[in-house]
């Protein structure tokens, strides 16, 4: 006999409970027993008035926007109501059948403002990083390092040469805040500082993105997202956002180590990186100050490729500060006698040694050595023997172990812009990419501790 459906009658009670229809294996389940929240309160406390309508609790408004980052909800409006309909984020938020959501414009007023004042996200991030070090997730020993290009919320179409733009005139009173906040960044090492290449075209409605084609496609405008893990579980340590820039990636390669060394007493023994990061003075401050092994390609323009000798078939005698070419000749910085003592430092950071043009002239190896030239010469980096250890590093077995572990930071960001969905900001200005970087980040490292720690399984009644 065929049944047929009664027509809904509203109950005038219901039984119902939350918990009970949240599967047990839920991803937010697992994530609810990582989120620490105790203390927010108290952090915002002094941005909040002692008068006036009650606020809506930021605790709420925190663990809607981790939502929002952790299941790829990318839309604050569409975030209101994904949690007003579904059962396992309400349980999440602690919000009853019948509490309202709040609205989506709550968001940005408490973003742009007492979020921000009091550094909120920055604090959820360091504490979930806390709590990733608490469970044995990081060993502190070995960490990697990279940037990868959001797409800014800016287009071509508003945008001119950074020429026909007059910085000058703009009146940082009515200006939008994405302009206010390039205008304060405009000294900043991670952005107007970072370079003084001016790029091509500058967004009227996001100034501070950086117009680049570094994907080898069409052209955008650009923010760097950089992650600084621990490669044994590839826990993000640290954030940054910066300019789509090299320059400023590596400046927050700085930033971020001696940002967690005093944060979390973390001193890697080795760094892993690629070849951006291979600079002389990068290698120089990882080797010289903080004693950091390089396990990063040098980046070294001088080898030639036109079958000349280079660089390094040329032998340094340390004690004699002069080079040995392959004919037996040598390469020295004077030579003559100085009546003032010179280090010989350019302002590049390089140092030249010199052959002398009677060597040369008579030398069998002229043709492979200096053809076009009267005498050779030879640069060599005040910070040379960091570099050296980095090429000595690179033929290791080490090196190729650190090599495989690196692909652990572009699998998080492949995760962060095909899972996640962060593959353009929403939010505009310095201010907001660090905003969405940071929420993304604690996003990323939650879902880490849900999967390496799921939430144990209800015991049978």
Not at 105 to 122: E, M, V, Y
Not at 214 to 233: C, E, K, Q, S, V
Request: hydrophobic share 40%; proline share 5%; charged share 30%.
């Amino acid at each position: 006999m065929m049944g047929s459906r009664h027509a809904m009658q509203g109950a005038l009670f219901y039984e119902f409970s939350l918990e009970d229809h949240v599967p047990a294996d839920h991803l937010l389940r697992s994530v609810d027993r990582f989120v620490d929240l105790t203390d927010i309160r108290a952090r915002l406390r002094p941005f909040y008035s002692d008068t006036g309508r009650p606020s809506i609790d930021p605790d709420l408004m925190i663990r809607m926007l981790l939502v929002g980052y952790i299941m790829g909800v990318r839309s604050e409006r569409r975030l209101c109501e994904e949690v007003h309909l579904n059962l396992a984020y309400r349980w999440f938020c602690r919000l009853d059948l019948t509490d309202p959501v709040p609205d989506h414009s709550t968001f940005s007023k408490n973003r742009h403002g007492r979020f921000r004042d009091c550094d909120l996200f920055r604090q959820l991030f360091e504490g979930v990083v806390a709590r990733c070090i608490a469970e044995r997730l990081v060993g502190g020993e070995r960490f990697a390092v990279d940037a990868s290009l959001i797409r800014a919320d800016a287009n071509k179409q508003n945008a001119t040469p950074i020429g026909d733009w007059p910085i000058d005139r703009l009146d940082p009173e009515t200006a939008p805040r994405a302009v206010r906040e390039y205008l304060d960044t405009l000294d900043d090492a991670a952005f107007g500082a970072a370079t003084e290449v001016k790029p091509k075209f500058t967004s009227h409605v996001d100034p501070a993105s950086q117009w680049t084609g570094a994907l080898r496609g069409p052209a955008f405008f650009a923010y760097a997202t950089n992650y600084l893990i621990d490669t044994d579980h590839a826990v993000i340590v640290d954030v940054e956002a910066t300019r789509a820039v090299r320059q400023a990636e590596t400046g927050a390669a700085r930033t971020m180590i001696e940002r967690t060394m005093d944060r979390f007493g973390l001193y890697p023994e080795a760094l892993t990186a690629d070849t951006a990061y291979g600079s002389a003075d990068m290698l120089g401050w990882l080797v010289y100050e903080h004693g950091i092994e390089p396990h990063i390609p040098v980046f070294d323009k001088s080898e030639r490729k036109d079958g000349t000798f280079s660089n390094t078939d040329f032998v340094f005698d340390r004690e004699a500060d002069e080079y040995i070419c392959p004919g037996g000749s040598r390469l020295k910085k004077y030579w003559r006698t100085m009546t003032k003592a010179r280090t010989g430092v350019c302002k590049d950071g390089f140092i030249r040694y010199y052959a002398r043009k009677r060597d040369c002239a008579c030398c069998a190896l002229r043709d492979r050595c200096t053809p076009n030239q009267p005498a050779r010469k030879v640069a060599r980096h005040v910070h040379e023997g960091a570099r050296n250890l980095a090429r000595e590093i690179t033929g290791s077995d080490a090196y190729v172990a650190s090599s495989r572990a690196r692909k652990k930071v572009e699998m998080l960001f492949a995760h962060l812009k095909r899972i996640l969905k962060l593959d353009q900001l929403r939010l505009r200005g310095p201010n907001g990419a660090r905003d969405e970087f940071h929420l993304a980040a604690t996003a990323q490292n939650l879902r880490k501790l849900a999967k390496l720690f799921p939430a144990p399984a209800p015991t049978p009644a």
